[in-house]
C-alpha cells in the first residue's frame, strides 16, 4: 500500500487508514470481532489506526488497544479528545485541566504510553486557544504524544491556531481530520488550501458519506444502512435533498461502471486523488468490508474520470450542507447574533 507523509509531522502513513469508530457498541464489534479486523488491517499493510476517547464511550480506544497489543509499535495511533465524556462541563473542551486529564485516560485505555498523534477532536469556542496549544505542547514535550492536530476546524480557526503558535513560541497542529466525500466538497474552498499552505496533514473521515456511496441506501427501499442510528437527517428519504442523492449515485455508479470499478471504489479513489489528502480512514465493521475498501488503494483516477464526477457534484459545495457537522455556533446560537 502507498506510503504518504503526514504533513509536518513528517511520519508516514499508509493511504488507507483505519478509523476504529465501529468498534465497540456504536458498531456492534466485540473484542474478537475487533481484533480479527485490527489483525487483518495490519496484515494488508494498514499504518495509521485513529479512535477517539467519545467512541463508545472509551471502550473503541480500550478493544483498539488490545486488539493492537505487541504489533502496538508497528502502528501510527491517533486518537482525540474534546467531546464531551460525561454530564459534567469539566468533561470536555480544549482547556488544559481536561486535556491533561483526557490523554492520560486515553493512554490507560490504549494500554501504551504514548500517543502518535493527538487531536482536539472540534474546535472549543470557550478556551483560548493559546493554553489548548500550550497544554498540548507540554504534552507533546513530556513524551505522551508525539504530533497533535484538529478535527473539523474551520479554515480561519486554523489559521488563527498556527499564527498563535509561532507568536507564543509554541508547537503548533500539524493535521486536521475532515469530512471529505464526492457528496461533501466544501473543505476543498478553503480548508484544503490552508491546510497544504500550512503543511499540514490531512486526514479524511466518511470518504462514503455515511454509507451513500456504499451503495447501502436505495430508492424507495427501507434504510438499513447502520449510520442512519447515528445520522438520522441524512438518511431521511423525505428530505428532497436526499432524494437528489438518488440521482447523484446513479450518475456515479455509471461513471465507475464505464470505469471498471465499484461505486465504492470510485468513492475511495476520489478522495485519495486530491493532493492535500494523506490518509483516508475506513471504518469497515466486517472483513468482507475491509477487503472490499482495500481494493480501491492501488486506484488511481485519470483527469477524465474526475471532470466528469466534477460534472455531477461541484467542487468545493456540500450537495446537503446542513449534514456537515462544522456548524459555527454563531448559526446555532441565536444570542450570539443578537445587539441586545
Do not use: C
Amino acid at each position: 500500500m502507498e506510503q504518504r507523509i503526514l504533513g509536518g509531522t513528517g511520519i508516514p502513513v499508509s493511504s488507507l487508514g483505519f478509523g476504529a469508530m465501529n468498534l465497540g457498541a456504536w458498531g456492534g464489534l466485540d473484542q474478537a470481532a475487533s481484533t480479527r479486523l485490527v489483525n487483518e488491517a495490519l496484515d494488508r499493510g494498514i499504518t495509521l489506526f485513529d479512535t477517539a476517547d467519545v467512541y463508545s464511550a472509551g471502550q473503541s480506544e480500550e478493544l483498539l488497544g488490545e486488539a493492537l497489543g505487541r504489533r502496538r509499535d508497528e502502528v501510527v495511533l491517533a486518537t482525540k479528545a474534546g467531546n464531551p465524556m460525561g454530564e459534567s462541563p469539566l468533561q470536555r473542551g480544549g482547556s488544559r485541566r481536561w486535556l491533561t486529564q483526557a490523554v492520560e485516560d486515553s493512554l490507560r485505555r490504549l494500554g501504551t504510553d504514548y500517543i502518535d498523534l493527538y487531536q482536539l477532536h472540534r474546535p472549543d469556542p470557550t478556551a483560548d486557544l493559546d493554553e489548548t496549544l500550550a497544554a498540548l505542547t507540554d504534552l507533546q514535550r513530556a513524551g505522551k504524544i508525539r504530533a497533535f492536530g484538529t478535527s473539523t476546524f474551520f479554515a480561519h480557526d486554523i489559521v488563527e491556531a498556527q499564527w498563535l503558535a509561532r507568536d507564543r513560541t509554541l508547537s503548533r497542529f500539524t493535521t486536521e481530520q475532515v469530512s471529505y466525500s464526492i457528496l461533501a466538497r466544501s473543505v476543498e474552498r478553503d480548508v484544503f488550501p490552508v491546510a497544504q499552505r500550512h503543511r499540514m496533514g490531512i486526514l479524511v473521515w466518511s470518504p462514503l458519506a455515511n454509507g451513500w456511496l456504499a451503495g447501502t441506501v436505495g430508492r424507495n427501499e427501507p434504510v438499513t444502512a447502520h449510520r442512519a442510528n447515528l445520522a438520522q437527517q441524512a438518511f431521511d428519504l423525505n428530505e428532497p435533498v436526499n432524494q437528489r442523492k438518488f440521482d447523484i449515485i446513479d450518475a456515479l455508479k455509471e461513471i465507475a461502471s464505464d470505469a471498471g470499478l465499484s461505486l465504492v471504489e470510485l468513492a475511495l479513489g476520489f478522495v485519495m486523488a486530491h493532493p492535500a489528502v494523506s490518509t483516508v480512514l475506513i471504518g469497515p465493521r466486517t472483513t468482507e468490508h475491509l477487503q472490499h475498501n482495500l481494493r480501491a488503494a492501488e486506484i488511481e483516477l485519470d483527469a477524465a474520470i474526475l471532470d466528469r464526477i466534477d460534472a455531477v457534484t461541484e467542487p468545493g459545495v456540500d450537495v446537503a450542507p446542513d449534514e456537515r457537522w462544522m456548524i459555527s455556533p454563531e448559526m446555532n446560537d441565536p444570542r450570539l447574533r443578537r445587539r441586545t
